[in-house]
């Protein structure tokens, strides 16, 4: 069972306000990332860091900024919400010498 | 990173076996091979990976072919419960050293 973990699951918030996804996981792993999914659509890398202070952009440009203060933590935050965020969010993380990546549950944000 | 070609969708009854192959003409020297599932509302989990010849676990088989421009995903004896999107990656062995980026992947349905 991976230890990663995100919070909320699920997020319904109005147009406008400041929201942080939290992702945080236990395995002592360097490497995380943020995916953007729409149901039934790809999986979109937005955001991977490599370790502490490292945080780098990923193939999908994305209004989310991501920072890595501690190895277990990597947080994505929006500014300002608006309906064209609603999607399902996920953070993974790997680890070296490891061939996985691991999962959290996702976060589903819902803009109104 | 080597870019990856699967069907789109599959269809399969329970029992059956499910082969999805997977082509990545570019792969270079050093990629492996490694085989995500999706379900519902869930962060994809690892299936398998492997470099050359045939893998197998409890879950899977893996066939690669000697010029590894292709590779074969197989599941037996499916259940309804493997209904799934099933995503091939190929780079780096260690997924810490991947940017860990998903095609559409294969949407397996498995019907009674």
């Known amino acids: 069972e991976a230890d990663i973990y995100q919070t909320p699951r699920y997020l319904v918030i109005g147009t406008g306000k400041k929201i942080t996804l939290e992702c945080s996981q236990t395995?002592?792993?360097?490497?995380m990332y943020w995916y953007q999914q729409d149901p039934g659509m790809e999986l979109h890398l937005i955001h991977y860091?490599?370790?502490?202070?490292?945080?780098e952009k990923g193939d999908l440009s994305s209004e989310s900024t991501v920072s890595r203060i501690r190895t277990e933590h990597f947080p994505l935050t929006l500014e300002s919400a608006r309906p064209s965020h609603t999607s399902q969010y996920l953070c993974?993380?790997?680890?070296?010498?490891?061939?996985?990546?691991?999962f959290g549950q996702g976060t589903r944000l819902t803009v109104v | 990173l080597a870019k990856t070609t699967q069907p789109i969708s599959m269809d399969s009854y329970e029992g059956q076996e499910v082969n999805i192959t997977c082509s990545h003409n570019?792969?270079?020297?050093?990629?492996?091979i490694t085989w995500y599932q999706q379900f519902p509302s869930q962060g994809p989990r690892f299936i398998i990976q492997?470099?050359?010849t045939k893998v197998t676990n409890e879950v899977a088989s893996l066939f690669i072919p000697a010029d590894r421009k292709s590779s074969t995903l197989s599941l037996p004896r499916v259940s309804l419960s493997d209904t799934a999107v099933y995503y091939c990656?190929?780079?780096?062995?260690?997924?810490?050293?991947?940017?860990?980026?998903f095609g559409g992947g294969t949407r397996v349905l498995v019907k009674p």
């Open positions: 990656l190929v780079g780096d062995r260690k997924a810490a050293g991947n940017k860990l980026t």
């Open positions: 395995m002592g792993h360097d490497k």
């Open positions: 492997g470099y050359k």
């Open positions: 993974a993380s790997s680890g070296a010498g490891r061939a996985e990546a691991f």
């Open positions: 860091s490599y370790g502490v202070n490292s945080t």
């Open positions: 570019n792969i270079a020297t050093n990629d492996y």
